[in-house]
């Protein structure tokens, strides 16, 4: 009967992954440094998402200079602002609209409901060197 169960297991278990809706694309993507801020950011996804929390900070210099960096820090850097307009709408693409941004790191955390009723959630940063 366990046997029975764990090949059961293995065999649907890669269809329940493919259940969920990661991102496709993602422009900036996670890491970029960027010569000039970005005007907006473009998150598309594999299936239809209803994006419902998108989160933007600016990073401290504490925060960049951590010497574990992403490991340990709480990311409690300053708050922007983002019109949020797009949330609770179903959409493979958005696009969310940045105000003017300095130069510095910013960290953007964001959580959305797949079709299948699961919630998907991810963050990344990006660099502007404001050259």
Known sequence: MFRRSLIILIVLLPFAATAHSPLATLSPKDGAVLEQAPAEVEMVFKSLVKLIKLEMQKLSSD???????GLFISHKGKNIALDTHFLMKKSKQYLIGLPALDAGDYFIKWRALGEDGHVIKGEFRFKVLGI
């Open 63 to 69: 925060e960049r200079s951590s010497l574990f960096g």
